[in-house]
Nanobody
């Protein structure tokens, strides 16, 4: 069992930045691929970014490339999502998730453990 708790969401103006954190507890954090997803009202949950267990590889949805950066600190059992140049269309609830599959997948079904989510709102 892995417990995930997100933090760092909030209200920001367009062009601003936020850093999300996801603290993990339970089983060995360093064994898991970690992902960030988001879900806007009336839309499906969308893959945003993923990072391999050893941080040697990352992946991003096209709409955030060059603006968002995923990273992890296995010593602190934490994964981060640095979000820059935020846009109103980035408004959503952001979730972190953990997958025991060794490579990064974008489908939510590949991730077994989920946090409760943190709201990000970008005003225009």
């Amino acid at each position: 069992q892995v417990q995930l708790v997100e933090s760092g969401g909030g209200l920001v103006q367009a062009g601003g930045s936020l850093r999300l954190s996801c603290a993990a507890s339970g089983r060995t954090f360093s064994n898991y691929v970690m992902g960030w997803f988001r879900q806007a009202p009336g839309k499906e949950r969308e893959f945003v970014a993923g990072i391999r267990s050893d941080a040697t590889s990352t992946a991003y949805v096209d709409s955030v490339k060059g603006r968002f950066t995923i990273s992890r600190d296995n010593a602190k059992n934490t994964v981060y999502l640095q979000m820059n140049s935020l846009r109103p269309e980035d408004t959503a609830i952001y979730y972190c998730a953990a997958s025991s599959i060794s490579f990064i997948l974008s489908g939510p079904s590949a991730y077994r453990y989920w946090g409760q989510g943190t709201q990000v709102t970008v005003s225009s």
